[in-house]
Structures are given as structure tokens and as C-alpha cells.
């Protein structure tokens, strides 16, 4: 007989079994994504063929990067009608520091909107000195979410090896993080994080609710040999720890979706895509 204010061994039980399982129905509803520079060759030639042989793989979410910056209103529609005509919508897109000026903002924010983003990320920091001039990263988004902010799109930040790299007793990313807003986000790329000797489990759990969105992109070491290592590695061929980022995302990063990145692997583009996300699926099951 237990007491109305103890649990019984069975109850125990029964909530340690279901704690996991209820994590992992939930990263199975967390939709993946691809990061179309990953089929950059294919964008060049068709934009609206590649999206549409994306959504036919089976990818629910895509990300388009830098060039379509540079698309007018007219086609950003046309872009927006095959995503809803084909059930694959746009969360996020990559951007230059330069979009995120007071005078590139704007346009950013109206593409944005046509496609149906959330995220406005900064991409590509440019050129960076010190930790006063991350600081000044930091300052930029900040500034930023006060158009964004109405607009309902959030900003977001892409790290790379740099920013995980020590300056000065301090890494930038960490810089960044401390410097903006809790509703920026941290957008993670593991493989960079991985490659520089970094711990991304840790870095996760040290910024809850900040990693809404995860670029899954692995590395392998040897690439110095083996021109077929480094990044040339498929998801889940490398040594990122998968599993760990996953469980860490969802239970504290606060992921809202994944998205596969490949620099290039030794397939061809659409093929590469399609083999990592039937990785991904299997090792999601």
C-alpha cells in the first residue's frame, strides 16, 4: 500500500519507460529539411525543378540561400505556389550581413514573407575583428528584430569552424549568443562545431530553446589522404554523434526542424540528397 504522496515502483515504471518514447513520437513529428545549397548545381540550372524534385524525395521543408536575395517579388510568388502546390514549405532562408542593414532589411523581410519563412538568418558575418567586432554581429541582429519583430519572422544566426575557434579566452558563437535576444536563434551546424574539437551536445544544452533548427551536416577526419572525408562524407558516415544531438535538440535546443547540408559528397547532387535523408529516416525509425 503506498501513500497518496509516494509512487509506486510500477507507476515509476511505467513514467521511465514512457519519457523516451514520448521523446522519440516527438522527433519523429520534427520535419527535415535541406539546405538547397546542397544542390546548388541543380538551383543554378532550375530553380523551380529542383524544388519540386526535393518535395518529390520526400523533404518537407527547404532553405534557400544567398541568390535568391536577388529574385523579384514576381518569382518569389512563383516559388511560394510550387512549395504550396507540392505540400513543402520554406522556415528559413541564408542570408549576407549585408541583408540585414537598414537598407537591405526591408527586401528581405517582403521575400521572406512571400515565402512563408520564420527565419531570416545571418549566413555569412563577412569579415569579423575581435571579440568587439562579434560583439558588433550581436548588436546587428539585435537591431534587426526590431523590423523583424512585427514583420512575425525572428533572425537567426549560421556558425561555421570560426566561431567555434577560441579569440581571446572566448569562442564568438559564444560572444553572438550572449550579445541578442533569446528569440534569436542559434542556428547549429554540427559538422563545423564537430570538426574545430567542439562538444555539440554541450553546446546545445548550454542554449535551451535557442537551437530551433539543426544543419546536419557530418564530418569525417582524413581528408588530407582521402579527398572523399571532411564534409565529403554522407549524413551519418562521419563522426558526429547523431543520437546525442537529437535527444539533445529536442528534449533542450528547442528544435522545430532539421535540415540535411552535404558540401558535396561522390555522388551526384539529387542523389546525394536523396541518400541522406533515407539515412536519416532509418535512423530516426
Not at 118 to 127: L, N, P
Not at 169 to 197: H, S, W, Y
Not at 250 to 277: D, H, M, N, W
Request: charged share 25%; hydrophobic share 40%; proline share 5%.
Amino acid at each position: 500500500m503506498t501513500s497518496h504522496g509516494s509512487v509506486s515502483r510500477r507507476s515509476f515504471l511505467a513514467a521511465a519507460t514512457a519519457a523516451p518514447l514520448a521523446l522519440a513520437a516527438a522527433g519523429k513529428n520534427i520535419p527535415i529539411g535541406i539546405e538547397l545549397y546542397s544542390v546548388r548545381d541543380e538551383m543554378t540550372k532550375d530553380t523551380l525543378s529542383t524544388v519540386r524534385a526535393i518535395a518529390k524525395m520526400g523533404y518537407q521543408v527547404v532553405e534557400f540561400y544567398g541568390p535568391y536575395y536577388a529574385w523579384t517579388p514576381e518569382f518569389a510568388k512563383d516559388v511560394r505556389k510550387l512549395m504550396d502546390d507540392t505540400g513543402i514549405r520554406c522556415n528559413s532562408t541564408h542570408n549576407d550581413a549585408k541583408n540585414f542593414r537598414p537598407e537591405g532589411l526591408q527586401k528581405a523581410i517582403d521575400l521572406n514573407k512571400t515565402l512563408g519563412a520564420k527565419y531570416v538568418v545571418m549566413a555569412s558575418s563577412g569579415r569579423v575583428e575581435g571579440l568587439d567586432g562579434w560583439k558588433g554581429v550581436g548588436d546587428t541582429l539585435t537591431q534587426a528584430m526590431e523590423k523583424l519583430r512585427p514583420a512575425g519572422l525572428r533572425a537567426g544566426y549560421h556558425n561555421h569552424q570560426l566561431e567555434f575557434k577560441l579569440l581571446d579566452g572566448k569562442r564568438p558563437i559564444e560572444v553572438i549568443a550572449a550579445n541578442t535576444p533569446k528569440d534569436v536563434m542559434l542556428q547549429f551546424d554540427v559538422g563545423t562545431c564537430v570538426e574545430v574539437g567542439n562538444d555539440p551536445v554541450a553546446w546545445i544544452k548550454a542554449n535551451p530553446g535557442r537551437i530551433k533548427c539543426c544543419h546536419l551536416k557530418d564530418w569525417a577526419p582524413g581528408m588530407e589522404t582521402d579527398k572523399e572525408k571532411g564534409y565529403r562524407v554522407l549524413f551519418g558516415e562521419g563522426v558526429a554523434p547523431w543520437k546525442k544531438v537529437f535527444t539533445a535538440a529536442e528534449k533542450t535546443g528547442g528544435v522545430e526542424f532539421y535540415l540535411i547540408e552535404q558540401e558535396g559528397s561522390r555522388y551526384p547532387s539529387l542523389e546525394t540528397a536523396q541518400r541522406c535523408l533515407a539515412t536519416y529516416k532509418k535512423m530516426r525509425a
